[in-house]
């Protein structure tokens, strides 16, 4: 049975692999991504931040003692729109686990967890290309509002 529980400060590594083992093959859709970065001293410090508090909160999917998913979410300021938001930074759940309605869990935990601190929306950034992600979200509710663009200078 999959169980979800909010990480202690303590569970900082859990987080930084689950972030590296979930987001492996995600150089496909990035090739300026810092591969081995949640493993890396900034990655530690990111995920230290993301569980220090300060309206910042996860959710880690245990399968028994495994760690097989999570979600990180911290709040997005905004303050030209309306609503109060929560931004999913990342999730993800690793690949053996995928396609079991964990993701699905996870969201609708951080839904339940935003509608008690008085958030009214969620949002989350994905990928152009990662029509999984993408799919995934609009399944769950997400709908298309803002395109990101770069370019080389
Ligand atoms: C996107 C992602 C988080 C989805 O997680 P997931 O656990 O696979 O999501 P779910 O299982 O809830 O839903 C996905 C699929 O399972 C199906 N599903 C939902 N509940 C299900 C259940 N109880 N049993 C079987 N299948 C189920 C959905 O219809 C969907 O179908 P598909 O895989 O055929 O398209 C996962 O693919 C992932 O980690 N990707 C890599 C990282 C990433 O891209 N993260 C998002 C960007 S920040």
Known sequence: MILISQPSPEDVHILQ?????VF????????DLVMGWALSKAGERYFSRL??????????????????GYIACSPKKVSYRKSRYLEIDNMGVVPAYRSKGIGTKLVSRVKQWAKQHHYQKLFVNSYFHNSKAIAFYRR????????????GV
């Open 17 to 21: 692999h689950l972030n590296h083992e």
């Open 24 to 31: 492996l093959d995600n150089q496909k859709y990035d090739d």
């Open 140 to 151: 769950n509710g997400f709908a298309e509002i803002d395109l990101g663009l770069e370019m």
């Open 51 to 68: 569980l220090s508090g300060k309206g910042n909160v996860c959710f880690i999917a245990y399968d028994g003692q495994i760690p097989v």
